[in-house]
């Protein structure tokens, strides 16, 4: 899969929970969100099986359940999600949108630091 699916931020918080432990049972993830979230059973069984129409969890049978796994790491929603931002609200301008958050936020010595290395090390490469 190139491209990771559209995950809506109610759908992640489905995926939220198989990123930290897979695989888990329909039934574990709706105790989960259920207690968390406030949803319905049919609404976390609708969101499941979105996530599975878009290709983003699989499962495999198991005695009577379904174990669902990520299909999507963490990792590559993260890039998509970044980018998904920095293209809609800085018109895919990185430096800006570093520029805001810099002149937005707190940092630390140690925080000023990483960036400082950091920043080096893109120039040299």
Not at 18 to 34: D, G, Q
Not at 44 to 69: D, P, W
Request: glycine content about 2%; hydrophobic content about 35%; charged content about 30%.
């Amino acid at each position: 899969m190139n491209q990771p699916p559209h995950i809506t931020e109610a759908e992640s918080e489905v995926m939220k929970l198989l990123w930290r432990k897979e695989p888990l049972s329909a039934n574990e993830i709706i105790v989960e969100l259920t207690q968390r979230m406030q949803w319905s059973d049919q609404t976390i069984k609708t969101f499941i099986n979105r996530l599975h129409k878009k290709q983003a969890i699989r499962f495999e049978k198991s005695g009577r359940n379904y174990l669902y796994y990520p299909l999507v790491s963490h990792d590559d929603y993260l890039k998509t999600e970044n980018r998904s931002f920095l293209d809609r609200v800085y018109n895919g301008a990185v430096g800006m949108m570093c520029a805001k958050f810099l002149e937005e936020e707190k940092l630390s010595d140690t925080d000023i630091e990483q960036l400082q290395r950091l920043l080096e090390s893109m120039k040299k490469s």
